[in-house]
């Protein structure tokens, strides 16, 4: 069965950096475009960026433009998120999700990880 | 940018009604529009996707319609397991969520 087990989140200070991973097993991982989906607490969701299955194509939320970079490992099975320069507002649960179509991402997230909290706090 | 705007906000109910959950989009996004199911402690799960497919193993009682800026998800009659968040979802834009709680 499908599983994303996601790791590397905490507490962390304003304007440092962390790295979340996502371990994707029961697909074939390299043909699906993933995504990273953030909740911050008591609120809803929002989208945060897209990796192609291959690697070409990421794009991101106007939010993290220029702070996150996803990336992936089709050899390790593994998903990427690294957050630089972290603010407050990030305070958030982050989801590793899988895109319901192989490519392009069709942007129907159809498995979702049980997420990992990144906690952004002097 | 599109805006997805959900109502009501809360949903009181008892298990066997039908809930009517609405999704209003800004602008017209033809039938690009998923509904998902937010429970603790569990991970979303993909109810509906191009407004009216159900996804893989999702119970019959489900139906989404809708298209352009106006959808709708019913629950037809409401099981114990039911009660949650719902979200509705157009490429990178999340609506706020309704809850669905025991009244």
């Known amino acids: 069965q499908v599983q994303l087990v996601e790791s590397g989140g905490g507490v962390v200070q304003p304007g440092r950096s962390l790295r979340l991973s996502c371990a994707a097993s029961?697909?074939?991982?390299?043909?699906?475009?993933m995504h990273w989906v953030r909740q911050a607490p008591g609120k809803g969701l929002e989208w945060v960026a897209v990796?192609?299955?291959?690697?070409?194509?990421?794009y991101y939320a106007d939010s993290v433009k220029g702070r996150f970079t996803i990336s992936r490992d089709n050899s390790k099975n593994t998903l990427y998120l690294q957050m630089n320069s972290l603010r407050a507002e990030d305070t958030a649960v982050y989801y590793c999700?899988?895109?319901?179509?192989?490519?392009?991402?069709?942007?129907?997230?159809?498995?979702w990880g049980q997420g990992t909290l990144v906690t952004v706090s002097s | 940018e599109v805006v997805l705007t959900q109502s009501p906000a809360t949903l009181s109910l008892s298990p066997g009604e039908r809930a009517t959950l609405s999704c209003r989009a800004s602008?017209?996004?033809?039938?690009?529009l998923a509904w998902y199911q937010q429970k603790p402690g569990q991970a979303l799960r993909l109810l509906i996707y191009d407004a009216s497919n159900r996804a893989t193993g999702i119970p019959a009682r489900f139906t989404g319609s809708g298209s352009g800026t106006d959808f709708t998800l019913t629950i037809s009659s409401l099981e114990p397991e039911d009660f949650a968040v719902y979200y509705c979802q157009q490429r990178s834009n999340f609506g706020g969520g309704t809850k669905v709680e025991i009244k």
């Open positions: 999700v899988r895109d319901a179509a192989r490519t392009p991402p069709s942007y129907y997230f159809d498995y």
């Open positions: 029961g697909f074939i991982f390299s043909s699906y475009g």
């Open positions: 602008q017209s996004i033809s039938s690009y």
């Open positions: 990796l192609w299955y291959d690697g070409t194509n990421k």
